[in-house]
């Protein structure tokens, strides 16, 4: 049984920084992309950035530049860094396993990032 578990989000100033962290248990991490959502308050939940395997990534268009996606295998972690957030940025961060040959998904339980002065 694949369990995610995700920490590090809180409240913070416009043009802060957070890093929220996501931690594997219950399977291979290596056969899993593993990625960030993230949903507002009345808004679908959309990819935030996402990391495979061979290390390469994906980030949302809003996110390029600010935030980095990265994972540390040895940990079964994935951490994405939020820098220069903006109050836009506010939102539950859900961590994502999707397994690269089922497809089969699997969800944290989410991270409230609060970005407000």
């Known amino acids: 049984q694949v369990q995610l578990v995700e920490s590090g989000g809180g409240l913070v100033q416009p043009g802060g920084s957070l890093s929220l962290s996501c931690v594997m248990s219950g399977s291979i991490f290596s056969a899993y992309a593993m990625g960030w959502y993230r949903q507002a308050p009345g808004k679908q939940r959309d990819l935030v950035a996402r990391?495979?395997?061979?290390?390469?990534?994906d980030y949302a268009d809003s996110v390029k530049g600010r935030f980095t996606i990265s994972k540390d295998n040895a940990k079964r972690t994935v951490i994405l860094q939020l820098n220069s957030l903006k109050p836009e940025d506010t939102a539950v961060y859900y961590c994502?396993?999707?397994?690269?040959?089922?497809?089969?998904?699997?969800w944290g339980q989410g991270t409230q990032v609060t970005v407000s002065s």
């Open positions: 994502n396993a999707q397994h690269k040959f089922t497809g089969n998904d699997y």
């Open positions: 990391i495979y395997s061979s290390s390469s990534a």
